[in-house]
């Protein structure tokens, strides 16, 4: 104990003293601060950017689903108008189809009915001349025998003749 | 621990070698040379130990026998009835007398005395000069290598500061072997013992202290031969510095626990008896863990360089093929330990500083002990 007493040189310790203060003060405002907030900020840095890119890919991840989701609803869309056009179209094409039919059943029945008419009308024609045919010649017929009055008289004869047998 | 085992392993090894090497010495030469150059050996550890007012790099002896120094000398300043400031040239490294207006001066053992024109000393019987000393502020070889450090510090970090700002926050050239101890010091040293929300606080001394012990302990084992932080008046200072930083950012809990350290847990006339004896252990605490701190520091530091001079002294005293080799290798060695020692040393004196902080910013959210609540 009494060497290191005799050891101690106070100048030396003053010395020390002073000058690790000194340096303590100007190393902590002009290397220490910085040099900390340089790291505590990198760090920092390093910190927010790790959490942006797992935010951003959690974004992304939802992003992909979304249009995932999306696609799968415009497919079914899709899907959907196809089957209804060909439904309308179905449906169309057998309307016209119903529609054509009746069409023409009615039209053949009107034909029918006009044929039946016109047949009609004509058969009515042809009676009516046939008649007036038959007027004629008998006319004509009837004139001849009356201008021949031999045949007249002898065929009144005749007539009277069956008569008498009866 | 391992230190201090290993300095036993060592010096038995010496002991038992130098011993072996008696037995040869005394049947060739006699024992007269051995015990000079013993003596001369054990003269220039003591001497390098000790601070010195002049940077000398080494010496030798012409072929006159005349002494040479190389080195430069430093400037002395003294407090003697006015301010005296010389050139440590004048005493020739403590062989003649100073004169400086009308006073003299001589140096022995790296201390500067007060004499008379003759530059005699008087002696008391334990060999210790009685005559009068002035007050010594000399810009000794400590003090010059503290400056050089601290000049080495501030260029050093001040630098990684600036590569900051310049590059982007990535560090460069040195700064990046030098920013992961940076951050290692304030994760693992200042974090957990201090605490989250104190530790920023505390964060340059804790880095300051560091980065300074380290430097100079590994200034310590380069050639130039500076023992600075294995020397008291340093070591004192430094653990007065972390003493009055403990005491002065100490919180209400930490000095409550000082003089109540058993809080509620008892009644006051149970606490009485006891706290005769325990307040005044924890006071004592509170000088012994700086007074411990400065001790360890000067010790080891001490210690590894009277080891290693030791070791390197062997090789002048053994002069045979196998001890000198021998002796080499274990000073090697030993410097490929001190090395680590170095660094240990600055990192156990700033953990500690920091652990003394960590107690002295205390704050318990808790006053009771939840496990004695309910007695």
């Known amino acids: 104990m009494e060497k290191l007493i005799n050891e101690f040189s106070l100048g030396l310790f003053v010395w020390q003293t002073l000058l690790f203060v000194l340096l303590l003060l100007l190393l902590r405002k002009f290397a220490w601060k910085p040099i900390l ?25 939802n992003v992909t689903a979304d249009s995932e989701k999306l696609l799968k609803e415009a497919r079914a869309e899709r899907e959907l108008m196809l089957k209804e056009a060909r439904q309308i179209k179905e449906k169309l094409i057998s309307d016209s189809k119903e529609q054509a039919k009746l069409e023409g059943d009615k039209m053949i029945k009107q034909a029918q009915e006009a044929i039946e008419s016109e047949k009609k009308a004509a058969v009515a024609e042809i009676k009516n001349q046939v008649a007036e045919l038959s007027v004629e010649i008998a006319e004509k017929l009837i004139k001849e025998q009356l201008a021949n009055k031999d045949k007249q008289l002898k065929l009144v004869e005749e007539m009277l003749g069956d008569i008498k047998l009866n | 621990m391992q230190n201090a085992f290993l300095f036993r392993l060592l010096f038995a090894i010496t002991l038992f070698l130098s011993a072996g090497y008696f037995a040869n010495g005394q049947e060739d030469e006699g024992k007269e040379p051995i015990n000079d150059i013993k003596s001369e050996i054990k003269e220039y550890i003591d001497h390098h ?17 005349e002494l040479h120094h190389v080195g430069f000398p430093l400037p002395v300043i003294l407090w003697d009835g006015g301010l005296k400031v010389f050139s440590s040239s004048k005493f020739h490294h403590g062989e003649t007398v ?37 007050l010594d502020f000399s810009l000794t070889k400590s003090v010059f290598m ?17 590569s900051y700002t310049k590059n982007g926050s990535i560090p460069k050239g040195i700064g990046r072997f030098f920013e992961p101890i940076v951050i290692y010091i304030r994760d693992d040293i200042a974090r957990p013992n201090i605490g989250e929300k104190k530790y920023r606080k505390y964060m340059p001394y804790l880095l300051t202290i560091f ?6 302990n590994i200034f310590g084992l380069t050639p130039l031969g500076v023992n600075v932080t294995g020397n008291i008046a340093v070591t004192v200072a430094l653990a007065l510095i972390t003493f009055l930083l403990t005491n002065f950012t100490g919180t209400k809990d930490y000095w409550k626990h000082l003089f109540d350290p058993l809080g509620a847990t008892m009644p006051w006339y149970g606490k009485l008896p006891l706290y005769i004896i325990l307040v005044p252990i924890e006071l004592l605490g509170l000088f012994i863990k700086p007074f411990a701190l400065l001790i360890r520091l000067y010790a080891n530091m001490q210690a590894g360089h009277i080891v290693l001079m030791s070791l390197i002294g062997l090789m002048f005293i053994f002069k045979s093929w196998l001890g000198s080799p021998l002796s080499f290798g274990l000073a090697f060695a030993i410097s490929l330990i001190e090395i680590l020692v170095a660094v240990l040393q600055a990192y156990i004196f700033t953990m500690l500083s920091a652990l003394y902080f960590g107690f002295a910013s205390e704050e318990h959210e808790h006053p009771e002990d939840p496990e004695l609540a309910h007695l």
């Open chain 2, 211 to 216: 980065f300074f012990i380290w430097f100079l």
């Open chain 2, 146 to 162: 503290i400056f050089i450090t601290g000049l080495l510090m501030f260029w050093l970090f001040t630098s990684l500061a600036r």
């Open chain 2, 98 to 134: 100073a004169a400086v207006d009308g006073n003299y001066y001589k140096l022995l053992h790296s201390k500067i005395y007060k004499t008379d024109a003759e530059g005699a000393l008087s002696l008391d019987d334990q060999e210790h000069p009685t005559n009068a000393k002035p």
């Open chain 1, 37 to 61: 907030n340089a790291v505590n900020e990198r760090e920092e840095g390093i910190k927010n950017a790790l959490e942006a890119a797992e935010l951003a890919k959690k974004e992304m991840h």
């Open chain 2, 49 to 65: 130990l000790k601070d010195s007012h002049d940077f000398s790099l080494f010496s030798w002896s012409d072929a006159n026998g």
